[in-house]
């Protein structure tokens, strides 16, 4: 019996929700006193992941491929039945959350998503996740034998624990499906709010889209994704890619700032993940300032060039 | 085509979000119920396809009576009948056995609903369903167009999009961008005279099981107060978020 983790890669390379992946397994299979085994496909180096505790590797190689997700639930579920494991662990990146149900449902497992932290209690199999739009948590029991665990972004720190693992190449039986990949298309150049560590946000408060190149060099000094209200996407001043809140993007990042936003409660919700917020806005009576950890109270127009000069020499300073 | 959109009742975006004194049970005094922000983007899509297309479009919830008035707004909308699966929706393997079971009696081509609901979270409804079906399935879909058989539909990847062909009969979870915030509808008077004319159908649950419990619900714990900076001092920010916060 083995823990399995599935270590998704963006062209060839493991992103960080994929390292916290494997931690969380290493750090579940220690609490069972078990062996964690590690399934990627495509990925360049997957020794790589002998750093972080895999005992096994198991690597699907086949330039072929392009993600699938039934097709990719079969290969992982094959890979649980060779392992002899019965809990698997993916992340909660898109790719994973489509993943998971089917792979819950092929393995006959209880599947919980948005998990926060290592189960409490193994009997009965408990675990902590996040409900209500990061309103609450919950402690959730699994209670069918095989289980499946989608860990939130950001909740499981990456720890090394470097091991000699069995790597082995893994050649799957693939599903057949009527869902085809047609293209893939990227922003160039742009760093993702879902792979972001810092996120620079942007609100109604900046009275037009034009505004918003302060932001976008903001988030640029600090190497950051750019991100705005839902206000400012319904209007159109920012695509719809960029509105985080309850029912945009989540954001779980290390640091979120949040410029001329007044702090909705739907918009709390979709980032109240996320470690550190720093809140900027000339209202100081803005339900905002109530869930930030740092504050400014004052006009954006003035701010925000000031921070952009301060930050640029702190980052020269520090580079 | 012939359409089922599966709907949750769920609280508000604006709901203040409370348990009952043992922390067992959402407490539900005082809040608003409304269909899941996601299912209705689903829905609205699936009335487009009605009126573009000559569609047929079915929702169904899990849920007791309390549920009506949100089928009832679905119904309002423009969907032509609705079905209530008589049973608490204890958790998505068991809801997803139940809709599962309505589709098998339904002849449907497709299932359209939203990638989760805003209250557990757990979006895994869709993708079970696909796999209980044993049909194919697109999750956090933001565009769909569909000719015949053939779906042409677009999914959020991260930091990107990846456009999709599949086939029908399949189960599409989608979110905003599969219809924009201003073509979602506000049921008008003659809508909801309508509404109270169209068929909602109670049917019982088929016996099956749950796979996870929960035990408690918390609440987020009390954040320290803010900590204010003066405009003037940015300096001093800089310095918080290096030395104390460690995050830049």
């Known amino acids: ?319 | 085509m012939k359409i089922l959109v599966c709907i949750s009742h769920v609280p508000d975006t604006t709901s203040k979000i409370n348990f009952t004194s043992d922390s067992t049970e959402f407490d539900t005094n005082g809040v608003q119920f409304v269909i899941n922000p996601y299912d209705e983007f689903a829905l609205t899509r699936a009335i487009w396809f009605q009126e573009k297309q000559g569609a047929t479009v079915t929702v169904v919830n899990v849920g007791d009576a309390t549920t009506e008035p949100t089928l009832r707004k679905a119904l309002a909308i423009g969907a032509d009948e609705a079905i209530r699966i008589d049973a608490k929706p204890t958790d998505g393997f068991y809801v997803a056995q139940q809709i599962a079971e309505v589709y098998r009696n339904g002849e449907y081509d497709l299932i359209l609903t939203g990638k989760e609901s805003i209250d557990y979270n757990g979006g895994m409804v869709p993708g079970l369903l696909a796999s209980f079906l044993d049909i194919d399935y697109i999750n956090a879909c933001i565009g769909l167009e569909i000719e015949g058989n053939t779906v042409s539909a677009s999914r959020e990847i991260d930091g990107g999009t990846e456009k999709l062909s599949a086939t029908l009969p399949i189960v599409i979870a989608g979110q905003k961008g599969l219809v924009e915030e201003k073509d979602l509808k506000i049921p008008n008077m003659r809508g909801i005279m309508m509404a109270r004319k169209k068929p909602l159908t109670v049917v019982p649950a088929i016996e099956s099981t749950t796979t996870t419990q929960i035990t408690n619900f918390e609440k987020n714990a009390e954040k320290s107060a803010c900590k204010m900076v003066d405009a003037n001092n940015l300096d001093e920010l800089i310095n918080l978020l290096h030395n104390e916060a460690k995050v830049i």
């Open chain 1, 1 to 319: 019996m083995s823990v399995l983790v599935y270590a998704d890669n963006s062209e060839g390379k493991f992103k960080k929700s994929a390292l916290e992946v494997v931690s969380y397994g290493k750090a579940l299979a220690n609490q069972l006193d078990t062996d964690l085994t590690v399934i990627t496909i495509n990925a360049t180096e997957p020794e790589q992941l002998q750093k972080y505790g895999a005992n096994k590797i198991l690597f699907v190689k086949d330039d072929s491929f392009v993600f699938n997700a039934k097709i990719y639930a079969g290969i992982i579920t094959e890979a649980a039945f060779t392992s002899n494991t019965n809990i698997i662990i993916i992340d909660s990146s898109n790719n994973g959350k489509y993943l998971a149900p089917l792979l819950a449902a092929k393995f006959n497992a209880g599947y919980v998503s948005n998990v926060v932290s290592a189960p409490s209690s193994l009997a009965p199999f408990t675990v902590e996740r996040k409900v209500f739009s990061n309103k609450a948590f919950s402690n959730t029991v699994i209670s069918a034998d095989s289980k499946v665990i989608g860990l939130a972004k950001n909740a499981f720190e990456v720890k090394e624990e470097p091991t000699t693992a069995e790597i082995e190449e893994f050649s799957p039986v693939l599903l057949s499906t009527s869902v085809k990949s047609e293209s893939v298309e990227k922003a160039s150049g742009k760093i993702a709010i879902a792979d972001a560590d810092i996120v620079v946000s942007g609100g109604r408060g900046l009275k037009g889209p034009e505004n918003f190149k302060m932001i976008e060099e903001l988030a640029d000094v600090l190497g950051a994704a750019t991100a705005c209200s839902k206000p400012v996407s319904d209007m159109g001043w920012r695509p719809h890619g960029e509105h985080v809140g309850q029912t945009g993007k989540p954001v779980a990042a290390n640091l979120y700032i949040a410029i001329a936003i007044s702090g909705a409660i739907q918009h709390l919700a979709g980032v109240n993940a996320s470690k550190t917020k720093v809140v900027i806005n000339t209202d100081p009576e803005a339900p905002f300032f109530k869930a930030a950890d740092y504050g400014i109270v004052g006009d954006a127009f003035e701010v925000v060039p000031q921070l952009i000069e301060k930050l640029k020499a702190f980052k020269a300073e520090n580079a």
